[in-house]
């Protein structure tokens, strides 16, 4: 696939953030897409922003309050939905690398929930299943384009590029370093699959060189839902690390023009994924208590 996704110029576009292996957020998210599917009469799109996998294997008594709800780690079966998913609607269902999907085609080992995520979910899966994942994640972009202004990344816009055509050329490989780790250091796979934040200078002119007004993004936890950082980003948490009320996705017309993230409303283009536990602050119908 592509490095960069062209998103079209009409429809209706669901952006996901870090799933992280939560199968229920996932089929929640899918849910919401193919309601959005009737609702826009076929023209809706999916993009999942990357970190699709790697989530805790932690018994429920465990669990620290710090990871939000209570789930178990479903990372092969999530990636094998996904494909199917993109299988069903060609064109219309998206995914970013993140730096944890990354790890399993030659990019840095991951370690979150274990010493090493990679070899743990390779050894679970077996070599076919594995060999599977692989085959599915290397159809996974960089990064995602659109006429609204939306510029979608696993990670903060911080890295340092001129033109689309520098994102085109990033070399995924880690072919040519001495060590994976090296990858980190490099100026554009290394940002946008790793960096936390970028400044209002920094994302400015990431946005310049794609030709969009806002970037929008997981990698981190908000534990809140969302973060407007400056005029042009937006952090979005949907699962990982968020207790149900807080998780958000954000609902997007690809035939508006977006000028900054303010243009972002609570209630139409920012939602919560769980409408009935989640406050009026975020959208949602759960009574104050
Ligand atoms: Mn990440």
Known sequence: MARVIRLPDRGRLLVCTDLQGCMRDYQRMVEIFEQALITYEGDAHLIITGDLIHGPHIEPEDWPDFLGEYYRDASGEVMIAY????????GRVHALLGNHEHGHIGGPHTAKFAADEVALLEHILGPAATARMRGIIHTFALAAVS?????????????????????????????????????????????????????????????????????????????????????????????????????????????????????????????PLYPDKAPARLGGRAKAS
Request: hydrophobic residues 45%; negative net charge; proline residues 4%.
């Open 83 to 90: 494909a199917g998913l993109a299988a069903q609607y060609p």
């Open 147 to 271: 006429k609204c202004g939306a510029i979608f990344t696993h990670g903060a816009p911080a890295a340092v590029i001129d033109s689309i055509a520098d994102l085109e050329a990033a070399d995924l490989s880690g072919a040519g370093l001495s060590s994976p780790l090296d990858v980190l250091d490099t100026p554009v796979v290394g940002k946008v699959l790793w960096a936390r934040s970028a400044s209002d200078a920094e994302a400015r002119r990431f946005l310049r060189a794609l030709g969009g007004t806002m970037s929008i993004y997981g990698h981190d936890v908000i534990p809140e839902g969302y973060e407007m950082i400056g005029d042009e980003q937006i952090i979005v948490s949907t699962s990982f690390g968020l207790f149900d009320q807080n998780k958000v996705y954000l609902s997007l017309d690809l035939a508006a023009k977006y000028r900054s993230v303010h243009d972002l409303r609570v209630g139409h283009e920012i939602l």
